[in-house]
């Protein structure tokens, strides 16, 4: 498994932008799909952004499209969700997750490791 640890998260008004990183550890790092999840209070957890391996496949949920990016520098073992445009419904805790192979997934039991989050809060 990989370990993850995610940072960059913050308290920002509506408008504003956010990059959030996350550092992984373990060899097979650049063999990951990685992907970013969120959860907002009393709802489910839900898809965010995911990238391949090779970063030449990416997925948005469609409510973050155009907003965010999702990219990765395996030189670092990171990954990073650059978000702009921020909304207060973009609140929530985020969490970095990684696939035990290099194809990316929309669907939170296909990845094996997960970070502990951080909190993005968006004020309007």
């Known amino acids: 498994q990989v370990q993850l640890v995610e940072s960059g998260g913050g308290l920002v008004q509506a408008g504003d932008s956010l990059r959030l990183s996350c550092a992984a550890s373990?060899?097979?790092?650049?063999?990951?799909?990685m992907g970013w999840f969120r959860q907002a209070p009393g709802k489910e957890r839900e898809f965010v952004a995911a990238?391949?391996?090779?970063?030449?496949?990416?997925y948005y949920a469609d409510s973050v499209k155009g907003r965010f990016t999702i990219s990765r520098d395996n030189a670092k073992n990171t990954v990073y969700l650059q978000m702009n445009s921020l909304k207060p419904e973009d609140t929530a805790v985020y969490y970095c997750?990684?696939?035990?192979?290099?194809?990316?997934?929309?669907?939170?039991?296909?990845?094996?490791?997960w970070g502990q989050g951080t909190q993005v809060t968006v004020s309007s």
């Open positions: 997750a990684a696939r035990d192979i290099g194809n990316p997934s929309l669907g939170e039991n296909d990845y094996a490791s």
């Open positions: 373990g060899r097979t790092f650049s063999s990951n799909a």
């Open positions: 990238i391949s391996w090779s970063s030449h496949k990416t």
